[in-house]
DNA sequence: AAACATATCGACTGATCAGTCAGTCAGTTT
DNA sequence: AAACTGACTGACTGATCAGTCGATATGTTT
């Protein structure tokens, strides 16, 4: 791992638990092992640093929306099926790379999106991310009739909108979140599954 | 309205837009009109005025809710239409009291709550607040068979989730919210309705 | 009018922190 | 061995900011 690896994976850690603005260069250079000069060496701002590590994020989720999109059409399924999984996706990688959901619930990355491009465009290309999935297994599901009809766009942001809020639970340790996991993907099947009648 | 209280209200806004940490003392008493030092005779430290600003976001909160409970209380409905009602409710208040919800939403009051057992209370209750809204809504459900079986404090859990990640949305910009309200609500009637079956 | 209380302020302090800079050092090239 | 290079550092700077303090002004009480 070289050196601005290290300083990136130290960045993160702390920007995820504290915060772009709690966290002193002193306090990254430390972790690394270094002097904090030494850290500007690599990077020139703090900045510089926050972004580097917002698209090693975006490229992180990029790969794992992937991977499961793959996974997926190996063996077809209903399109509510297709919600379902990839509302379990989102929970599980929460779960997983914690750190990502971390910086993301953080309020800075958006207010740094309202001044810099190339920050806000991130954020829009990871929610799409997302969102995407749901939307694109939304529409599998009004083809076959899996899923209640409505604007896929709509309903893939409020099914966006609630994964995301037991993500926040679990992050703040609102409530033993792990334990609304099952009943939260029960709820969205009922909420959007679409009955077939008997033939 | 007090020197007092003209400096909790001025904080709010700027604590509400800009958060705790990139609110300066100097801003506060610029808005409110007075030198900085003024402020501190008012209040001993910053902190002190943040949670003189949660005391009365609590109550506000507090207010609006019981408010909420008469009018139920007053023209009785089925179990699943109280939840409903709590949903819309909450929904409106992130419309109307926009700056509660901007100051619960950043990381600091949490990260306060760790070290501090007046905030963490006060956070405890808040919560409360909207949760217990949806718990008893949901027993009420169970009794008179409107609402789906099911863990009444999960169930809740799940619900408010949904709004705060849908009030989340409508913070951070990331679409019309407005326009998925009606959506949310008819979704969350689905989520939850049980359907009485023909006699 | 003297004594006291309340409110305000400008000037200051001490601490913190992002970022700079001149220079060291180990390894490589010429 | 001289010249060069990239990685690294300690000491520093300039700016920012929460909070202090002594002075002052404006009532209020005795």
Redesign the pocket.
């Given at each position: 791992m070289s050196?601005r690896e290290e300083i990136l994976s130290a960045a993160a850690s702390l920007f995820a638990v504290k915060g772009f603005?709690?966290?002193?260069?002193?306090?990254?250079?430390a972790l690394v092992?270094?002097?904090?000069?030494?850290?500007?060496?690599?990077?020139?701002?703090?900045?510089?640093?926050f972004l580097s590590i917002l698209q090693s994020v975006e490229e992180e989720i990029r790969q794992a929306v992937h991977e499961h999109r793959q996974q997926l059409n190996s063996r077809p399924a209903k399109g509510i099926d297709h919600v379902l999984a990839a509302v379990d996706f989102m929970l599980r990688l929460a779960g997983s790379r914690a750190e990502i959901f971390l910086i993301l619930h953080h309020r800075f990355p958006y207010e740094l999106a309202v001044v810099n491009d190339a920050c806000r465009r991130r954020l829009e290309q990871i929610h799409d991310l997302f969102t995407l999935l749901f939307e694109d297994a939304v529409h599998l599901g009004h083809a076959d009739g899996s899923v209640v009809a409505g604007d896929p766009r709509r309903i893939a942001m409020v099914v966006f909108a609630l994964v995301d809020g037991l993500i926040k639970v679990k992050t703040f340790h609102l409530y033993e979140a792990a334990a609304l996991y099952n009943e939260a993907l029960a709820l969205t099947r009922r909420m959007l599954q679409e009955e077939t009648p008997p033939p």
């Open positions: 050196k603005r709690d966290t002193t260069m002193g306090e990254v250079a092992g270094t002097a904090a000069s030494t850290v500007f060496y690599h990077f020139k701002t703090k900045e510089e640093i």
